[in-house]
C-alpha cells in the first residue's frame, strides 16, 4: 500500500471544514432561554428543523461526533491496499461537511443578528451566574474614600471607564473616557451606585484604576465582546 495515499487521505480529513457547533449551540441557548426574542421566520429559520430546542440540537451533535470517530478510524487504520469505495465516503463525508458548515454559518449569522437587534430586552439567562460574581466583586471593591485621590476613576455598568480629578473639586472637573463601553444595555449588570447623568439604566463604582481594568475584562468575555 502507498503510504502516501494513506496521509493525503488523512491530510484531507484534517482539512476538512468543520461546522462551528459551539457557537450555534452558545448563541441558539441565548435565543431560546429569552423571553423577549420575537418568534418570527427568521428566528424559526434560524433554529432549524433539527434543532428547535437544545435537548434536539444536543442529540445532532453527537450523532456527528459518531460519525467523525468513524471515518477518521477508518482512515487511520488503513492497513490494505485504499480501495474506491473508501476514498468515495471520504469524498462524501467532505461534501456533507460542507454543506452543512454553510447551513451552520448562515443559521449563526441570523441568530447573530437577532440577538444584536433584541439586545437591550435579552436576558442572558446562561451567564446569570458570572453576573452576579461580577456584580459582588465590584460591591467589594467599591470605595467612595476615593473620591478623595487625585485621580478618580469610575467604572461603568456599561463597561465604559471614566476619570476625573478628586479631592474638594470632585465632580467640579471635566471627566474623561479612558475605555468606552462594551455594550449598549447597562442593565447587565448592577453596581453600587445610581445613574447620575448617564442613561437611567446605568450605574457606577468608584475603584482603583487597576481594578476597573481587570472587571471590565471579565465584563467583555461574558458578553462575548472582543
Not at 482539512?15 to 449551540?25: A, F, H, M, S
Not at 428543523?49 to 487504520?77: F, P, Q, S
Not at 444584536?116 to 460574581?133: D, P
Request: glycine share 4%.
Amino acid at each position: 500500500m502507498s503510504n502516501s495515499k494513506k496521509q493525503e487521505l488523512i491530510g484531507r480529513l484534517q482539512n476538512c471544514k468543520q461546522p462551528d457547533y459551539q457557537k450555534y449551540l452558545r448563541l441558539l441557548k441565548i435565543v431560546t432561554n429569552s423571553n423577549n426574542i420575537p418568534s418570527d421566520e427568521e428566528t424559526i429559520k434560524a433554529i432549524g428543523e433539527n434543532a428547535n430546542n437544545t435537548i434536539k440540537y444536543l442529540y445532532m451533535l453527537e450523532e456527528k461526533r459518531k460519525i467523525d470517530y468513524e471515518i477518521n478510524r477508518k482512515v487511520y487504520n488503513i492497513k490494505n491496499e485504499i480501495d474506491d469505495k473508501l476514498i468515495q465516503e471520504v469524498d462524501q463525508y467532505i461534501k456533507n461537511n460542507e454543506y452543512v458548515s454553510k447551513i451552520n454559518d448562515m443559521r449563526i449569522m441570523i441568530l447573530s443578528d437577532i440577538i444584536k437587534e433584541n439586545e437591550s430586552k435579552i436576558e442572558l439567562q446562561e451567564n446569570k451566574n458570572e453576573i452576579n460574581e461580577i456584580n459582588k466583586e465590584v460591591k467589594s471593591l467599591h470605595n467612595p474614600k476615593l473620591k478623595e485621590n487625585m485621580r478618580v476613576y469610575h467604572l461603568w455598568s456599561d463597561g465604559e471607564i471614566d476619570s476625573t480629578k478628586g479631592g474638594e473639586i470632585y465632580n467640579m472637573r471635566s471627566t474623561f473616557t479612558m475605555k468606552p463601553p462594551i455594550t449598549k444595555n447597562g442593565s447587565y449588570f448592577s453596581f453600587p451606585v445610581l445613574n447620575d447623568g448617564k442613561d437611567n439604566s446605568q450605574t457606577y463604582a468608584i475603584i482603583e484604576e487597576n481594578d476597573a481594568y481587570m472587571i471590565r475584562e471579565k465584563m467583555k468575555k461574558i458578553l462575548n465582546v472582543n
